[in-house]
């Protein structure tokens, strides 16, 4: 699966503008990574210097932390694996094409 197809466009609680965002769940399971979903949200996100409520936010409805576009960079650059930047350089494409493939299908 590529990174394109678990990018969502919510409402950020905010500043009640719409945004990208991947859930953190979504990433864990595509990164496949061999540490739980809760060491993964501990060390990545919680413990890290992402910044609560402008990088990432709690999504109760669905049990999870919705990640901006940066922070799911910069937690792609800090796994260092090779599905990491395969998923990295995935990513970096989508932002250079101005997520049209994305913004296009969904309006």
């Not at 399971?29 to 609560?52: A, G, Q």
């Not at 990432?56 to 960079?73: E, G, M, P, R, W």
Request: aromatic residues 10%; glycine residues 2%.
């Amino acid at each position: 699966m590529k990174i394109e197809n678990i990018i969502v466009r919510l409402q950020n609680p905010q500043t009640n503008k719409r945004q990208l965002f991947i859930s953190a769940r979504k990433l864990h399971r595509l990164l496949d990574s061999n540490v739980s979903y809760k060491t993964f949200l501990e060390t990545n996100v919680l413990w890290s210097r992402l910044r609560e409520n402008i990088d990432y936010h709690f999504n109760k409805q669905f049990d999870t932390f919705n990640l901006s576009i940066c922070a799911v960079q910069a937690i792609l650059i800090m796994e260092n694996t090779e599905q990491s930047w395969i998923l990295f350089n995935e990513m970096t494409d989508l932002i250079n094409d101005g997520f049209s493939s994305i913004l296009i299908k969904r309006g």
